[in-house]
């Protein structure tokens, strides 16, 4: 039993990188609707940024309920971010424009998440999403995002997925140096709604930032895990022993 103590004692005070060698940068939400409600042009738009951990948000509106059918035209992003290395953002849009005589439409919508941050070590950047997307969008194709990773003021993206449209679903993750980064989502084909045709996008992305161990740290770990065992098998011999003895 003391052995097992002193082993698993080596494994519990082997050092592990820091989590604040992952530095929380600028969050920024925004998003837009541009159409044409009771004959009159409308261009709402929203966005919002952060430099704390905590929930932002941006939204806008296109609502003209007087008429008949209803119009309706909604957009939100939403970002939590736990922590520095840790956050979801959530998209949804629904775009209604009324009867095929009304003359209503949202021509246009935008919508994107933004987070800028730094690492001083090496880390793993991991992200996974679920996108549901019908109707219409940009050049006539079904409405998708994209996701990409780039180093901040670098021009080529590192990581670069997409479009992701209806049904998509998957994770993927970088090795990234010590550096500052820029972490986007945004429309590939965003939702468009001509008169009588409803179209809308659902996602959800999450994403997580580790450190990646040192090799001093590794062999640390290693070592630890080895005397555990040898001392779980020492454990087990004189069990083994007392037994045959009585």
């Known amino acids: 039993m003391i052995r097992l103590a002193a082993a698993a004692a080596i ?4 050092p592990l ?7 929380i940068g600028t969050q920024i939400v925004d998003t837009r609707l541009t159409g044409t ?3 009159a042009p409308l261009d709402p738009s929203g ?10 948000s941006a939204a806008a509106q296109l609502v003209e309920s007087g008429g008949f059918p209803a119009v309706r035209g909604r957009s939100s992003v939403v970002a939590e971010l736990s922590s520095a290395e840790r956050g979801r953002v959530t998209f949804q849009r629904t775009l209604t424009p009324g009867g095929v005589d009304s003359g209503n439409a949202v021509t246009a919508s935008s919508a994107n998440y933004r987070y800028f941050f730094a690492t001083d070590t090496e880390a793993v950047f991991e992200v996974d999403w679920g996108v549901s997307a019908f109707g219409e969008g940009a050049d006539g194709q079904l409405p998708g995002q994209s996701v990409s990773l780039a180093m901040r003021g670098g021009a080529a993206a590192l990581l670069k ?17 010590p550096g500052s980064y820029e972490f986007r989502i945004e429309d590939a ?8 045709q409803s179209s809308g996008l659902s996602s959800q992305y999450s994403f997580a930032i580790r450190a990646v ?8 770990m290693l070592v630890g895990f080895g005397a555990v065992g040898m001392a779980a098998r020492r454990a087990r011999k004189g069990s083994a022993f007392s037994v045959r003895r009585t």
């Open 17 to 23: 990188p820091s989590s604040a060698a992952v530095m």
């Open 213 to 220: 161990p040192e090799p001093a740290t590794w062999a640390l």
């Open 189 to 196: 084909f965003a939702p468009q709604a001509s008169a009588g």
């Open 11 to 14: 494994v519990a005070i082997t």
């Open 47 to 56: 966005s919002d940024a952060a430099t704390r951990a905590g929930t932002i």
């Open 161 to 177: 997925i997409g479009p992701l449209g209806n049904g998509a679903s998957g994770d993927t993750q970088l090795l990234l140096a």
């Open 37 to 39: 409600i009771a004959a």
